[in-house]
């Protein structure tokens, strides 16, 4: 499931939608899972400051349609509506969604090769590395396409469009230059690193023969084509090249840019948290072999009653609240 958001006018409109198989089973498609309007916080609802719990009738809808912990994906999906005393607290466990690091099987390999289409390609390769020449986009690791994996157009353009908001605003002309790859209608030397001394008004020409070619593109979308109108998809595309410009360079802006792109997807490990078996027994007030013998989904249904309980806000203690915390983390880092 993904958080679709769309612009309407001046205001944005939330739906929880879900990639799956089309009528004829060949291409995935989306079904709205759950309308969430204008204010997808108005679905939270507080306990304290920083204990919070999605409406009964949000979390309900989605267990309908998977048999994963409706609430564990809810946290996922609004985690930017979540209070900042929520977001801190929970910070430490949010291993989900992170990249996983296990070789690709045959399968996914062979997924890879036949479902990400090369527009794909070109977005993620400017976004991890920020290369604007696109040579060298087939030395990517093929780890890197498995987020997309399984997901359908739609839910792959929301995923990418995430993505893109690490763009800085100087860079997002640079950034349609790269992705279209139109650098290849130019022989220019430097037509790989200085789109800026190009003709621009060629660079406009090319760029829409380029866009209206992905919009009819039935191997893109799967579904059929973009229609006789741009598809919203690829909208942001047109603002970002007409409505911005290349900004202003020097070699330490090239140094910043090069360094910045090597560097998007690095962060430092987290540190693992630990608890002895003796001290996850007396919080949880389960035995070890219990708690080991429990999924994901249960310790965490267990976690969420301890919490009520243990809540200085509801009458609980602090320093066992901590306590909790850390033996819950350290349990489903365990299981992971």
């Not at 977001?87 to 291993?95: E, K």
């Not at 230059?177 to 037509?191: K, V």
Request: with cysteine; charged share 30%; hydrophobic share 35%.
């Amino acid at each position: 499931m993904y958080l679709a958001t769309l612009t309407r006018g001046q205001t944005k409109h939330y739906e929880i939608r879900q990639s799956l198989p089309g009528d004829d089973h060949r291409y995935l498609e989306y079904q709205v899972v759950f309308d969430l309007g204008g204010d997808p916080g108005r679905y939270i609802e507080r306990l304290s400051d920083d204990i919070c719990y999605f409406s009964a009738e949000l979390e309900e809808r989605l267990q309908q349609e998977t048999s994963e912990d409706a609430s564990l994906i809810l946290e996922e999906l609004l985690w930017n509506f979540l209070p900042a005393e929520e977001q801190t607290r929970l910070s430490i466990f949010r291993h989900r969604g992170k990249a996983r690091v296990s070789a690709l099987s045959e399968r996914e390999r062979s997924a890879i090769e036949k479902d990400i289409h090369l527009f794909d390609r070109r977005r993620l390769y400017y976004l991890r590395y920020g290369g604007v020449d696109q040579s060298r986009i087939f030395r990517l690791n093929p780890k890197l396409y498995r987020p997309l994996l399984n997901k359908c157009r739609d839910e792959r353009e929301f995923y990418l469009l995430d993505l893109e908001k690490a763009l800085q605003h100087n860079e997002l002309r640079t950034y349609v230059f790269a992705i279209f790859d139109l650098q290849r209608h130019f022989t220019e030397s430097f037509s790989a690193t200085m789109p800026e001394a190009l003709n621009q008004a060629d660079i406009a020409d090319f760029f829409i023969e380029e866009i209206c070619s992905l919009n009819d593109d039935k191997s893109f979308w799967r579904t059929g084509t973009g229609g006789t109108s741009l598809h919203d998809h690829l909208i942001r595309y047109m603002i970002m090249f007409f409505d911005h410009g290349y900004g202003r360079r020097s070699l330490f802006d090239d140094f910043v840019r090069e360094f910045m792109g090597r560097h998007r997807a690095f962060s430092w490990p987290e540190k693992k948290p630990a608890v002895s078996t003796g001290q996850a027994e007396k919080i949880f007030q389960r035995k070890w072999q219990k708690l080991q013998q429990m999924s994901r989904r249960e310790l965490t249904r267990l976690y969420r009653e301890r919490a009520k309980e243990l809540h200085p806000d509801s009458g609980g203690n602090h320093e066992q609240f901590i306590e909790l915390n850390g033996a819950y983390a350290s349990l489903m880092a365990r299981k992971k």
